[in-house]
């Protein structure tokens, strides 16, 4: 069992930032990788940014240069630094996570098997 818990949603303006955290605890196996999804009504959740436990990033084309991952391995806390924040970024973003027994090994392709609760992120022009 394995609980994802974020803090640090809420509102900005536009060109501001948020850093958002993201806290798992629980029984923590192998760690294969975390990432921050967004979700808009009406619309399917899109991946964000991914880490890998051994430090691969990936962003998608929006949120590069303005969104940045991190990690606190010792922690297993995952962190989204957003800063030059956009009206389109307004969204509920969610903690995801893939963790796998020790004994097994992770795949080369992300697959989150824990998710957070969402948070809401409100940017205003």
């Known amino acids: 069992q394995v609980q994802l818990v974020e803090s640090g949603g809420g509102s900005a303006q536009a060109g501001g930032s948020l850093k958002l955290s993201c806290a798992a605890s629980g029984y923590i196996a192998r760690r294969c990788g975390m990432a921050w999804y967004r979700q808009t009504p009406g619309k399917e959740r899109d991946l964000v940014s991914t880490i890998t436990s051994d430090g691969l990033i990936s962003y998608i084309d929006s949120v590069k240069g303005r969104f940045t991952v991190s990690q606190d391995n010792a922690n297993n806390t995952l962190y989204l630094q957003m800063s030059n924040l956009k009206t389109e970024d307004t969204a509920v973003y969610y903690c995801?996570?893939?963790?796998?027994?020790?004994?097994?090994?992770?795949?080369?392709?992300?697959?989150?098997?824990?998710w957070g609760q969402g948070t809401q992120v409100t940017v205003s022009s």
């Open positions: 995801a996570a893939q963790f796998v027994p020790w004994y097994a090994v992770c795949s080369h392709a992300f697959t989150p098997n824990y």
